[in-house]
């Protein structure tokens, strides 16, 4: 296997692997169905430990992308999603098209909000109230959104917010308010430790960060997102004629 | 390295008023892209600091893309400007680039008779030959994306021949000088941490998160003819998509 490692690297060997063996399988190098090497022949094969190899195994494993089938490793990953942005995707439609099963957590709200400064978002709205929501696929997490609403716009909301629907549903049945559209950045950035936390996925992972300003049908902003999007989710194609 | 300052008496830690001070110099243009800044030892030994406070204020001002560290050279500024581009036009990002003053460097062209990626999106199987060609993509003298190419030689005969001005479009060389029936073209997008040896070429950090764009180009019957794959690193490029309810 075409793999190389960087002894001098601050990054664990075994993080090294796994994101080289998540990189192989995102490029269909690594096939779903494909068996992996042996723990112990693929250590032999790099010159490392055969505990880094486990280390990473059970990293990639812990994320659905490999699965111990009668002792031996087999690739469960790959090239998924085709998600084509032409129309309007929610993140509870993205995670569906990664072929999982979405389940969303709220993990904070509070009123009165004050914006952090380390997000650099312009927010024209007044009071603000905010939710830190995690989407997961499959029991995974996949997104984590930091949701800041207009909070005189959506009375109430705080206590709605906790029933864990995806909030483009709870505008339109409690407050009767359609989004009609949004304005999305995309960035590609690498996970920084409290994130990674997060999602359990080594420090330094590629993520897709966006700033998302949602507005209704009376063109009024009513929300503004900062998302982290696990990159499974941003693998798409296009086709174009010449 | 006048423009350094440091207070020792001050409690602002030491590697932040350095990270300041720097950041300062660079605001103001006392210093520019691709000037080299001191050593760690020049500035250990002239302010009487450790090596690891010095380390640290360059690794917060390599996290905020402001200077880049290349081993065994030296650490330089960097003040390349993020590109904001809209997702939709995605195919123009060679262009807008351009109009920055980003120009195209050949680095590499070689006949190859393997290639794990390229050859499963073009079909090919081990042992048929093909152009390799890498390009990187230099704004003053810092690389900012980069491409490889591989394109058939049963396509493309002669190509090394042929392809001198790596500005030129290869969608235009292949149809004006190839004759090919080029008809369609798919895009695989894709976020990913780079390899190594790609974040040493484009001197950035290593595992780097970076925008990968694979695309193949299709003739009529959409048979492959030639593959491209662009690596923009994170920090270059920043896509914008708006979305409308239908």
Known sequence: MNITLDRRSKTPLSQQLEIDLRLKMIRGELQPGAVMPSESSLSAELGISSSEVIKAYEALANGNHLTLKNSTWVVSFGKVSRIIFEKFTSLVDIIKLTGSTPKIKTLTVSKDYKTPKDISVEMPLGKILFARRLYYGNDKPMVLVDCYFPQDLFPGFDVILKSDEPYYELFKSKFNLEFSRSERTIEALNLKKREAEIFDVPVGSAYSYSIVKTYDTLNRLIEVNVCWLMPDAMHFTIEQDE | ??????????????????????????????????????????????????????????????????????????????????????????????????????????????????????????????????????????????????????????????????????????????????????????HDFSLENLLSSTSQMLQVTRHEAAYVFRSTYRDTHKKPLFFIQSTYPGRYLKLTYKQEKQ
């Not at chain 2, 905020?64 to 500024?77: A, C, D, F, Q, S």
């Not at chain 2, 960097?78 to 920055?100: G, H, K, M």
Request: hydrophobic share 40%.
């Open chain 2, 1 to 186: 390295m006048y423009y350094l300052f440091v207070n020792k008496s001050s409690k602002t830690p030491i590697y932040q008023q350095l990270a300041t001070s720097i950041r300062l110099a660079i605001s103001d243009h006392v210093l520019n892209h691709d000037d080299q800044l001191p050593t760690d030892e020049d500035i250990c030994v002239q302010f009487g600091i450790s090596n690891i406070v010095v380390k640290q204020a360059y690794s917060v001002l390599a996290s905020e893309h402001l200077i880049t560290r290349i081993r065994g050279k030296g650490t330089y500024v960097t003040t390349v400007p993020q590109i904001e581009a809209t997702f939709s036009d995605f195919r123009q990002l060679d262009q807008q680039f351009s109009n920055l003053g980003v120009t195209k460097k050949l680095n590499l062209i070689e006949v190859i008779d393997h290639h794990d990626l390229a050859y499963s999106y073009l079909n090919l199987q081990e042992g048929e030959l093909a152009f390799r060609i890498t390009l990187s993509a230099i704004y003053q003298k810092t690389p900012v994306y980069c491409q490889e190419m591989v394109l058939p030689c049963s396509w493309f005969p002669n190509l090394d021949k042929v392809f001198i001005n790596p500005n030129y479009s290869v969608s235009m060389l292949a149809k004006d000088m190839y004759q090919l029936p080029l008809a369609h073209s798919s």
